[in-house]
């Protein structure tokens, strides 16, 4: 198992934790969101901070970015679209009550949580709300959609997905479905003891899993409701999920992942090592990266299970994950996004250099030597 390896550059850029990271669908860039109110833009070719994007009144809660405009939502109860190119923000959605957690862009539809206890669904090019959905007793926490075409178009269904189906996870221990195009409440999914914390869904399937503060995960029909199945060996929260070939990965407060059998909810392999609760998931070529509360990003073989190598530097929780290439992106509670070498973990030898940069709140830009591992 390779050991941890230092970052070789540093940039002084957010001066405040990291909440999210987002990757755009060409790979070229990378946004931020920040505590200290600020989004901002990295081109994933030199490293190199491209635009601030300033507005936001508070903290920016979650980011998404395509590949033409980023969307930041925040604790000032807004979302913004911003210009990728120039950084200068194009539209501003109001109308949420409460800090806004999630946005989802799909579809050319941008859909919104809040702790209003509302989703809704705005035009992206008006910004007008085009539907608010109201029925959560407490704060809606996380979003997924299904598109129309990923839906059977059996009679029964045809009309009520013909905009797509949209699922919601609260606090208040339920998920419901919604139908996009009239606002109505499809489903609700009751089965939860405590909040829905992450959801993933498999619309090609129309099944929604869950993930909650019960410490179990479950496994819905989106369009019966109906609870196919329960999974029942974490022994704390179930923070984060990954759906990726037919196996489900879930990351717990009980400090390990655990991978099931979507089909079949049968456990197939532990994760451990982490000294504290897992934040983030990405399955990446073969490779399962964590992120946790320990402060350090972990690189599993998703086949075996096996520890493949450790990523030290973070001072605290990390938040974030993404892969593009060659490199793994973490974004941390201490401000800094790092970004790591990532060549050598399928069984080749590691390089001689890493590909390694720190982009921290605390030094200007310098070169950092290479540590030993």
Not at 255 to 269: F, H, P, Y
Not at 315 to 324: D, K, M, R
Request: proline share 2%.
């Amino acid at each position: 198992m390779g050991g941890g390896r230092s970052a070789l550059r540093v940039c002084a850029d957010h001066r405040g934790g990291i909440n999210w990271l987002s990757l755009s669908p060409d790979g070229q860039r990378l946004l931020t969101g920040s505590e200290d109110g600020t989004a901002r833009l990295w081109s994933t070719a030199d490293g190199q901070c491209c635009a601030l994007l300033q507005g936001h009144e508070s903290y920016v809660t979650f980011c998404q970015l395509e590949d033409e405009a980023a969307f930041t939502c925040s604790a000032d109860c807004t979302i913004r679209r911003w210009d990728v190119l120039t950084g200068q923000c194009l539209q501003v959605y109001r109308g949420h009550t409460s800090i806004v957690n999630r946005i989802l862009v799909a579809n050319n539809q941008l859909f919104s949580s809040s702790y209003d206890r509302t989703a809704r669904v705005w035009s992206v090019d008006e910004g007008q709300m085009c539907q608010e959905f109201r029925g959560h007793r407490n704060c809606v926490l996380t979003l997924a959609y299904s598109v129309p075409w990923d839906l059977p178009g059996a009679s029964c269904v045809e009309e009520a997905v013909a905009g797509g189906l949209l699922v919601t996870g609260s606090t208040d221990g339920t998920a419901k479905v919604w139908q996009v195009a009239s606002g109505c409440c499809h489903q609700t999914l009751r089965g939860h003891t405590g909040a829905v914390l992450c959801l993933v869904l498999d619309a090609p399937g129309h099944t929604a899993f869950t993930g909650s503060t019960d410490a179990t995960i479950r496994a819905w029909d989106i369009l019966s409701g109906e609870q196919l199945r329960v999974f029942r060996e974490h022994q704390g929260s179930v923070i984060c999920l990954e759906l990726v070939n037919r196996l489900v990965y879930s990351g717990s407060a009980d400090k390990t992942v655990k991978c099931w059998l979507a089909d079949t909810g049968e456990r197939v392999r532990t994760f451990t090592a982490h000294r504290r609760s897992v934040s983030a998931l990405k399955y990446h070529a073969g490779t399962l990266f964590t992120g946790s509360g320990d402060a350090c990003a972990r690189a599993f073989d998703a086949q075996s299970g096996e520890l493949r190598r450790v990523f030290r530097g973070h001072a605290f929780i990390i938040n974030c994950l993404q892969v593009h290439g060659q490199v793994l992106y973490t974004a941390s509670h201490d401000g800094a996004l790092r970004l790591w070498d990532v060549r050598g973990l399928r069984g080749t030898p590691p390089p001689t250099r890493s590909l390694s940069r720190l982009f921290s709140n605390k030094v200007g830009c310098a070169a950092a030597p290479l540590q030993p591992a």
